[in-house]
């Protein structure tokens, strides 16, 4: 089992920045995948950036060069530096991992980022 916990949202105005964290814990060994989905009201839940097997990651379209994922396996965690934050950004973000072993997802608990024009 793996327990995910984001922290670092909120409120910011337009061309603000924000930095999400995500701290794992459990059985955190064979994480192959962990990265941010977010979902905006009456939207689907999209990805905004991953990292799979510590390749060089993968990012939405729409955050490309604005956001900055990282991760630190020393201390289980995942970051996500947004800057130039945009109203269309306004959505809960998730922390996310994947364990291609187990063959299993986990999600954290969803962190809101609000961003007023």
């Known amino acids: 089992q793996v327990q995910l916990v984001e922290s670092g949202g909120g409120l910011v105005q337009a061309g603000g920045s924000l930095r999400l964290s995500c701290a794992a814990s459990?059985?955190?060994?064979?994480?192959?995948?962990i990265g941010w989905y977010r979902q905006a009201p009456g939207k689907q839940r999209e990805l905004v950036a991953h990292i799979i097997n510590g390749a060089t990651p993968n990012y939405e379209d729409s955050v490309k060069g604005r956001f900055t994922i990282s991760r630190d396996n020393a201390k289980n965690t995942v970051s996500l530096q947004m800057n130039s934050l945009k109203p269309e950004d306004t959505a809960i973000y998730y922390c996310?991992?994947?364990?291609?072993?187990?063959?299993?997802?986990?999600w954290g608990q969803g962190t809101q980022v609000t961003v007023s024009s």
């Open positions: 996310y991992a994947h364990r291609p072993f187990y063959e299993d997802d986990y």
């Open positions: 459990g059985s955190t060994f064979n994480i192959n995948v």
